[in-house]
């Protein structure tokens, strides 16, 4: 069982990515664009107009596993900053806060900063592409399975 787990462990990241990134990136174009509900911000303005480009374009970028260790590196240090410069004022804990998005962004971003993008992404498509090579499966060797 853990085998197959571990088989699937590059997929699973590369789904992971696809759906972090893209919930971040709705919620930068909800932020930047006013759309889905959300509040347009006036243009340029500190931080909310920059926070808003930042999810947008980063989120678009690890949603397609393109620089997505830079990319997630960003949002990652973006969501390190609203919560702790926006939320973690207001009260200690993410709960009392309302930054569980920001502390849950933060942390999932900077997982995908050592991880990488997993399996499906265009990071792979094109390093395969400029060296000839077929694209790698993981850049680390599965765990192996422990018998119980």
Same mark, same amino acid.
């Given at each position: 069982?853990?085998? %197959?787990?571990?088989?699937?462990q590059p997929y699973?990241? *590369?789904? +992971?990515?696809?759906?972090? #990134?893209?919930?971040?990136?709705? @919620? *930068? =174009? !909800? $932020?930047?664009?006013?759309?889905?509900?959300?509040?347009?911000?006036?243009?340029?303005?500190? /931080?909310?107009?920059?926070?808003?480009?930042?999810?947008?374009?980063?989120? $678009?970028?690890?949603?397609?596993?393109?620089?997505?260790?830079?990319?997630?590196?960003?949002? $990652? #240090? !973006?969501?390190?900053?609203?919560?702790?410069?926006? @939320?973690?004022?207001?009260?200690?804990?993410?709960? *009392?806060? #309302?930054?569980?998005? $920001?502390?849950? +962004?933060?942390?999932?971003?900077?997982?995908?900063?050592?991880?990488? /993008?997993?399996?499906?992404?265009?990071?792979?498509?094109?390093?395969?592409?400029?060296s000839g090579a077929? =694209?790698?499966?993981? %850049?680390?060797?599965?765990?192996?399975?422990v018998s119980v």
């Amino acid at each position: 069982m853990l085998i %197959r787990l571990n088989g699937a462990q590059p997929y699973a990241l *590369g789904l +992971f990515r696809f759906v972090i #990134g893209l919930i971040f990136a709705i @919620h *930068g =174009a !909800s $932020s930047l664009f006013g759309l889905f509900g959300g509040r347009e911000p006036e243009f340029g303005t500190w /931080p909310g107009w920059y926070a808003a480009l930042i999810q947008l374009v980063c989120g $678009s970028l690890v949603a397609l596993g393109l620089g997505t260790r830079a990319a997630a590196f960003l949002a $990652s #240090g !973006s969501m390190a900053y609203a919560y702790f410069v926006v @939320h973690q004022p207001n009260a200690l804990t993410p709960v *009392g806060n #309302g930054g569980e998005t $920001s502390a849950l +962004f933060c942390w999932a971003f900077l997982l995908l900063v050592f991880t990488g /993008p997993g399996a499906v992404a265009l990071d792979r498509l094109f390093a395969a592409r400029t060296s000839g090579a077929p =694209a790698e499966k993981s %850049r680390r060797e599965p765990a192996t399975a422990v018998s119980v």
